[in-house]
């Protein structure tokens, strides 16, 4: 696949998602993706998770402990086999009723016609806020924290 043609593969997984057609968004992964990001003992779907079975728990672990309420692709960037996606989200906790803003940074490797490789960044700071129990002082429940 030319650049170009790696660019729509990757808009079309973010439609897949917002469609909330995850069966059809795994099908545009291979067999043996990674999907990395940031560790957190406090954020349930953190980690790195390998094979399409894995990705599968990621999405599964994410819609048990958050709401989406935005997330929204902004800029594509594709060199070669790499397609770079920016963003912003909203969420909202279904466990401490909090919410939370994160910008976030997805690079993609593409093969084959598929996505091989994800590296995630995201405002891990503000989630694991939004997921720990009310310890500092100041925060309402369900006030939105900041990044």
């Not at 660019?7 to 973010?14: A, V």
């Not at 057609?21 to 349930?44: Q, T």
């Not at 990705?55 to 989406?68: G, I, M, N, P, T």
Request: aromatic content about 10%; some cysteine; charged content about 25%.
């Amino acid at each position: 696949m030319n650049t170009q043609q790696n660019k729509q593969l990757i808009m079309q997984c973010y439609q897949l998602y917002k469609d909330k057609n995850v069966k059809g968004l795994l099908n545009l992964f291979r067999d043996d993706i990674e999907w990395i990001a940031n560790d957190s003992d406090d954020i349930p779907f953190a980690g790195s998770f390998h094979g399409k079975d894995q990705v599968a728990q990621f999405f599964s672990k994410l819609e048990q402990a958050q709401d989406v309420i935005k997330f929204e692709p902004q800029d594509f960037i594709a060199e070669g086999d790499k397609v770079v996606a920016t963003g912003i989200s909203s969420w909202h906790v279904k466990s401490t009723g909090l919410t939370y803003d994160s910008p976030w940074t997805h690079i993609f490797t593409v093969r084959d016609g598929k996505v091989a490789r994800l590296q995630q960044y995201n405002h891990t700071a503000a989630a694991e806020a939004a997921y720990r129990p009310m310890r500092e002082a100041g925060v309402a429940r369900g006030a939105p924290m900041q990044h």
